[in-house]
C-alpha cells in the first residue's frame, strides 16, 4: 500500500487500464497536451500519444455522442466533460441514447462508456463551476453512478467502470483532488459498483452520505465521539445502483438515521435513501429520519460568505448529527 | 438497384395500407426517397461500412442485408423483430451482424456515432467508411454541427447524407435553412458538400462512391445534400393537406425516382415491360409472405419489459 492524492489514483486507474487494454481512449477537451485544466490527464499524452488522448473540439454532445459510437463499436471510451455543469448539451446523448442502446435492441448492441466529471463547490467555482448533478441521472435506468470519496476508491471504482459493460457516470469532486489522500492497494484492484462502504462503525446514530461530505461527517463524528457519541457513516460510494442492503442494516443498527449530500435536497439521493428506509425499515427506527444537504437554489453563488452559506461543513453536519443523538 | 428500390416502395405502400386498416400502429413513409436512398448504399460495402440511419432509411437497410420479413416484423412490434423486439416504433432500424446502428427519435443523435465508429476503426487500423443519413430539418441540429466539425478537424471517413425531402413535418425548407443548401454548409466543416438530385439514383451512386473513396483514401469526410420530396405525410399520424396543395404533391410525384429509373433502363434497353411485370408479381409474393408472416408471428411476453436494462 502506498498513500495517493486523490487525482493521482485517478490517472494512475486511467493509464494502468490503457497500458492492459488497448481499446481505452480518453477524449475531452484539453485533456491532451494542457493534460486537463485540473492536471487529471496530465502526462498521459506522452506515454500514449494524441489518438488515446485525444484533445476534441469543445463540444459536449459530440464529446459523448461520438465515444457512444467507438463504444457501440468495441472501444472503451473515457469521455471527459471538463465541469460537471458543461454536462448538460450532452444530456441527450447520455440519457435518450447511451442508457438505451442496449434496451432497446434487447443486448445486440452496447455502451461500454465511461463519462468522467469534476462536480462539486467549495472552491470559488460559481454557479457554473460548483454543481453536483448526480440526481439529475439518477432517475435513469440503464445508467451507472458512482461518487469515490477515497484515492483508494476512487482507483478501484474507475478501474470497475472501465470492466463495466454499460455506462458509468464517474463523478470526481473537484474539491478532493488534492486535498484527499490515503493508502491505495497496489496491483490489479478493483471496487464494485453498487456496494457501500462502512467508512466508520458505530452505535448510536447512523450518517449515510458520499463524496466530500464523507470526509465532513468523520471530522464531526470524532468530534461527537469525544462526548461519547458513536457515529455510523456509511459512504454510499455508487449512487445508482444505491446498495440497499448496506443502507438498510445501517439504518436498523442504529435507528437514527441522517442523510447527508452537497446537492439540492428537493428530489436528491437523499429523498431516494429515505423513501428506501421508510418503505423497509420504519418500524425499526427511534427518530424521523434526517436530511441535511445544499440548499434549494439555483446553484453556487461566487462571493465567499455566499459561497460558505450554501456549501455544508463539518460543523454543520455535527450540529444536526447532535440534534438527531439527543431525539 | 432498381429491384430493391422497387421492393422498398412495395413494402412502404403495404405498411401504410395495413395502417390505414387498423392492422399496424404506426408507419414512417420513404415513398419518394428510394433513389437517394439506394443511391447511397449501393455505393457502400456491407462487409466493409456501418450505417448510422435515419428513420426514413428502409432502402438502406434492405441493401444491407434485411429482409421483407424483418421490415415486417417491426411493423407489427413482434418479438421477433431483429430491431428492437418490438420496443421501438418502426422505422428505428438495428442489426449489429448487418453493420446497422441503432437510432432514437430525437433526430440528429445518431451522426455523432457515426464519427465515433470511423473514429474507432481508424484507431484499430480497419478501413471502412461510416454512412449516416438525416433530414433537412435535422441539419439544424447541434449534434449534426458538432459532429461534423468533429469529423471534419480529425479528417474521419464520415459520409453525411442529407435526404433533403423538403419539408421537417410542416416546416418548408425555406423555414427551416438559414442558407440555400444543407451542403453549402460544409465549407464551415473543411469537407467538400455535394448537391445530387435525389430522384437520380445514378447520380447519388457516383456523388457517394466519390465520398467512400475520399474516405478510404484518408481525405476525410463528406457531406452530400440529395434532393427529393416526400411523397407521403410525415407519419401515418400527420395530414399534410394542412401544409401543402395536392397540386404540389401531384407535381412532385412526376420526378419520382422509381419511374425516372424505370424509363431510363427501359430507354437503354435492358429493362421491359414483361421484367416489369415479372419483378412486380415476384416481389409483391415476397411482401405477401413477409406481412402473413409476421402478422402470425408471436408478440412478445410481457415480463420481457424488464429485460436488457443492464448486462446480466
Given at each position: ?5 486523490y487525482i493521482?489514483?485517478i ?17 475531452g ?7 486537463g485544466v485540473f492536471r487529471v490527464t ?38 471527459e466533460i471538463q465541469f460537471a455543469d458543461f454536462i ?27 463519462i468522467r466529471a469534476p462536480y462539486g463547490g467549495?472552491v470559488?467555482g460559481?454557479?457554473?463551476h460548483s454543481q453536483s448533478v ?13 461518487t ?6 476512487a ?15 464517474y463523478f470526481e469532486h473537484k474539491g478532493m483532488y ?33 463524496g466530500l ?115 | ?312
Amino acid at each position: 500500500m502506498a498513500v495517493k492524492l486523490y487525482i493521482d489514483a485517478i490517472r494512475e486507474a486511467m493509464q494502468e487500464e490503457m497500458r492492459q487494454n488497448p481499446n481505452v481512449f480518453v477524449l475531452g477537451e484539453d485533456v491532451g497536451l494542457r493534460g486537463g485544466v485540473f492536471r487529471v490527464t496530465q502526462g498521459m499524452i506522452e506515454e500514449f500519444g494524441p489518438e488515446r488522448v485525444m484533445d476534441t473540439p469543445l463540444a459536449e454532445s459530440a464529446i459523448v455522442g461520438v465515444a457512444i459510437g467507438a463504444a457501440a463499436y468495441g472501444m472503451r471510451p473515457i469521455a471527459e466533460i471538463q465541469f460537471a455543469d458543461f454536462i448538460m448539451p450532452a444530456v441527450n446523448q447520455i440519457i435518450s441514447e447511451a442508457a438505451k442502446l442496449r434496451y432497446r435492441t434487447q443486448g445486440d448492441w452496447h455502451c461500454p462508456l465511461v463519462i468522467r466529471a469534476p462536480y462539486g463547490g467549495g472552491v470559488h467555482g460559481a454557479l457554473y463551476h460548483s454543481q453536483s448533478v448526480e440526481a439529475l441521472f439518477y432517475h435513469v435506468p440503464g445508467l451507472k453512478i458512482v461518487t469515490p470519496a477515497t484515492a483508494a476508491d476512487a482507483k478501484g471504482l474507475l478501474r470497475a467502470a472501465l470492466r463495466d459493460p454499460d455506462p458509468v457516470l464517474y463523478f470526481e469532486h473537484k474539491g478532493m483532488y488534492r486535498a484527499i489522500r490515503d493508502d491505495v492497494p497496489e496491483g490489479d484492484f478493483t471496487v464494485p459498483i453498487g456496494k457501500a462502504r462502512v467508512a466508520r462503525e458505530g452505535d448510536d446514530l447512523t450518517v449515510i452520505t458520499y463524496g466530500l461530505m464523507v470526509h465532513h461527517t468523520l471530522t464531526a463524528a470524532e468530534r461527537l465521539a469525544a462526548d461519547g457519541i458513536s457515529t455510523h457513516v456509511i459512504d454510499l460510494r455508487s449512487i445508482l445502483p444505491l446498495d440497499r442492503e448496506a443502507i438498510l442494516e445501517a439504518a436498523r443498527r442504529t435507528g437514527k438515521v441522517l442523510i447527508v449530500h452537497e446537492d439540492n435536497k428537493t428530489g436528491g439521493i437523499g429523498a431516494e435513501v429515505s423513501a428506501l428506509i421508510a418503505e423497509e425499515a420504519l418500524f425499526d427506527l427511534d427518530a424521523p429520519i434526517a436530511r441535511l444537504c445544499g440548499p434549494d437554489v439555483p446553484a453556487m453563488p461566487f462571493s465567499a460568505p455566499l459561497e460558505a452559506f450554501y456549501m455544508l461543513n463539518s460543523t454543520k453536519i455535527e450540529d444536526a448529527m447532535r440534534k438527531l443523538a439527543a431525539f | 438497384m432498381y429491384r430493391t428500390m422497387v421492393l422498398t416502395r412495395l413494402l412502404d405502400e403495404r405498411m401504410w395500407l395495413l395502417n390505414r386498416a387498423g392492422k399496424i400502429p404506426f408507419v414512417v413513409s420513404c415513398k419518394g426517397q428510394e433513389g437517394s436512398q439506394i443511391g447511397a448504399a449501393f455505393a457502400l460495402d456491407p462487409a466493409r461500412d456501418y450505417v448510422a440511419p435515419y428513420y426514413r432509411d428502409f432502402g438502406v437497410v434492405l441493401r444491407f442485408g434485411m429482409s421483407a420479413r424483418d421490415i415486417m416484423l417491426s411493423a407489427y412490434a413482434k418479438a421477433e423483430d431483429p430491431n428492437s423486439g418490438g420496443r421501438q416504433m418502426p422505422g428505428h432500424f438495428s442489426s449489429r451482424t448487418r453493420h446497422i446502428l441503432s437510432g432514437s427519435s430525437p433526430v440528429s443523435t445518431q451522426i455523432p456515432h457515426a464519427v465515433g465508429i470511423a473514429l474507432a476503426a481508424r484507431m484499430r487500423g480497419e478501413k471502412l467508411v461510416t454512412y449516416t443519413s438525416f433530414g433537412e430539418g435535422s441539419s439544424n441540429q447541434g449534434d449534426f454541427h458538432e459532429a461534423a466539425n468533429f469529423a471534419g478537424v480529425h479528417k474521419l471517413p464520415v459520409i453525411f447524407f442529407c435526404e433533403n425531402n423538403l419539408y421537417a413535418i410542416s416546416v418548408p425548407q425555406n423555414r427551416q435553412l438559414g442558407c440555400a443548401h444543407v451542403s453549402d454548409r460544409a465549407i464551415g466543416y473543411g469537407m467538400p458538400g455535394v448537391l445530387v438530385d435525389g430522384n437520380d439514383v445514378l447520380a447519388v451512386y457516383e456523388a457517394v462512391s466519390q465520398a467512400v473513396l475520399r474516405g478510404l483514401n484518408g481525405e476525410g469526410p463528406t457531406l452530400i445534400e440529395a434532393v427529393s420530396y416526400r411523397i407521403n405525410p410525415h407519419s401515418s399520424d400527420d395530414d399534410d393537406r394542412s401544409y401543402r396543395s395536392r397540386d404540389e404533391v401531384e407535381e412532385a410525384k412526376k420526378n419520382d425516382a422509381l419511374e425516372v429509373f424505370r424509363d431510363e433502363l427501359m430507354r437503354c434497353g435492358v429493362w421491359s415491360k414483361e421484367d416489369e411485370e415479372a419483378l412486380r408479381k415476384e416481389l409483391q409474393r415476397v411482401v405477401d409472405e413477409a406481412t402473413e408472416y409476421a402478422q402470425k408471428a408471436p408478440l412478445a411476453e410481457p415480463e420481457t419489459t424488464l429485460d436488457h436494462v443492464y448486462a446480466k
